[in-house]
């Protein structure tokens, strides 16, 4: 495996340029699949990384129910720095799954609870509840419902809410609770991710606008009832679910619906530093697979051969 078996730790720092530019010079929704696929990839590597590592770690502890041969000499100099990295990587890939755990159940809690609190209200796609808090968010599930309150309503004028179903509706047809919440679990598995997630969070909320001022024909008016909805609202009860007003660069939302709509086709040429960026991000997500690709199958067959028959 050689010092290859760390590139995938590291490797996430390759995607920090497209993670900035990739806001101001991909269209929402290309930028989105970009930077949530980038950040799977590379919290997968990076995951794999550990796993690699706490093998080899977990193999030297006294009292393991691993096959002896695994903690011969043999094996352990396939991995440098074993003595330190090893034992290090299972603390850190514990952390790793606690964090993932933790953020599936929140999101499955807040979902669960969201569901009950509307039980007593009509199955319809659009669901008021009757409180006088504004905020609005989409609730996907087997039927997904369009979530908001009698107060947020109240702030909004005819199209402005028309704009705010619109962008609702925007965020569950694009499924954009899959990109939120594939980032959040990449942020968990690497910290050097997060970068990719808050860019992701600002990128599907600007997709939706996108979506909502052109099914409303009115760019002004989704930028003035996002820039209403800001003012007043307190935000959706998780960060994978997608809401209107969510907490963030709002100004920037309003400034890019003020100006021409982005070209849905248009990709930065690679001689600019949009381009450069995509094409290190890329070249860092194929590194990091190859770099855990080999490990993986190196440590197999160091282990196969290690382990008796």
Same mark, same amino acid.
């Given at each position: /495996?050689?010092?290859?078996?760390?590139?995938?730790? !590291?490797?996430?720092?390759?995607?920090? $340029?497209?993670?900035?530019?990739?806001?101001?010079?991909?269209?929402?929704?290309?930028?989105?699949?970009?930077?949530?696929?980038?950040?799977? !990839?590379?919290?997968?590597?990076?995951?794999?990384?550990?796993?690699?590592? /706490?093998?080899?770690?977990?193999?030297?502890?006294?009292?393991?129910?691993?096959?002896?041969?695994?903690?011969? #000499?043999?094996?352990?100099?396939?991995?440098?720095?074993?003595? !330190?990295?090893?034992?290090?990587?299972?603390?850190?890939?514990?952390?790793?799954?606690?964090?993932?755990?933790?953020?599936?159940?929140?999101?499955?809690?807040? &979902?669960?609870?969201?569901?009950?609190?509307?039980?007593?209200?009509?199955?319809?796609?659009?669901?008021?509840?009757?409180?006088?808090? $504004?905020?609005?968010?989409?609730?996907?599930?087997?039927?997904?419902?369009?979530?908001?309150?009698?107060? /947020?309503?109240?702030?909004?004028?005819?199209?402005?809410?028309?704009?705010?179903?619109?962008?609702?509706?925007?965020?569950?047809?694009?499924?954009?609770? &899959?990109?939120? /919440?594939?980032?959040?679990?990449? %942020?968990?598995?690497? #910290?050097?991710?997060? #970068?990719?997630?808050?860019?992701? &969070?600002?990128?599907?909320?600007?997709?939706?606008?996108?979506?909502?001022? %052109?099914?409303?024909?009115?760019?002004?008016?989704?930028?003035?009832?996002?820039?209403?909805?800001?003012?007043?609202?307190?935000?959706?009860?998780?960060?994978?679910?997608?809401?209107?007003?969510?907490?963030?660069?709002?100004?920037?939302?309003?400034?890019?619906?003020?100006?021409?709509?982005?070209?849905?086709?248009?990709?930065?040429?690679?001689?600019?530093?949009?381009?450069?960026?995509?094409?290190?991000? %890329?070249?860092?997500?194929?590194?990091?697979?190859?770099?855990?690709?080999?490990?993986?199958?190196?440590?197999?067959?160091?282990?196969?051969?290690?382990?008796?028959?």
């Amino acid at each position: /495996m050689g010092v290859f078996v760390f590139l995938p730790l !590291v490797l996430p720092f390759t995607a920090w $340029p497209i993670a900035r530019l990739a806001e101001h010079h991909l269209h929402p929704r290309t930028a989105t699949r970009l930077l949530a696929s980038i950040a799977a !990839v590379l919290a997968v590597c990076s995951t794999l990384c550990l796993v690699l590592l /706490m093998v080899v770690g977990t193999a030297q502890l006294p009292g393991n129910p691993l096959p002896d041969g695994w903690s011969d #000499p043999e094996v352990r100099a396939a991995l440098p720095y074993d003595e !330190v990295a090893g034992k290090a990587a299972i603390p850190a890939l514990l952390a790793v799954i606690t964090g993932g755990a933790r953020q599936a159940c929140r999101h499955h809690r807040v &979902r669960r609870g969201a569901a009950r609190a509307l039980a007593a209200l009509p199955d319809r796609s659009v669901a008021v509840l009757p409180d006088d808090t $504004p905020y609005a968010y989409a609730l996907p599930g087997s039927r997904d419902r369009i979530v908001v309150t009698a107060g /947020m309503l109240a702030e909004l004028s005819g199209p402005e809410r028309r704009a705010l179903f619109a962008h609702e509706r925007a965020h569950l047809i694009g499924r954009h609770h &899959r990109f939120l /919440m594939a980032v959040q679990l990449a %942020a968990c598995a690497n #910290p050097f991710l997060r #970068p990719l997630r808050t860019s992701v &969070r600002y990128t599907t909320e600007r997709w939706a606008d996108e979506e909502a001022a %052109a099914t409303t024909g009115s760019r002004r008016t989704v930028a003035r009832a996002v820039a209403k909805a800001a003012l007043v609202t307190r935000g959706a009860p998780a960060a994978t679910l997608a809401h209107f007003a969510a907490p963030g660069p709002v100004p920037r939302r309003v400034a890019a619906l003020l100006a021409p709509a982005p070209l849905s086709r248009a990709w930065p040429s690679v001689f600019t530093a949009a381009g450069l960026a995509v094409w290190g991000a %890329a070249v860092g997500a194929a590194v990091s697979a190859l770099s855990s690709a080999n490990s993986a199958i190196t440590l197999f067959f160091v282990l196969k051969a290690a382990t008796p028959l």
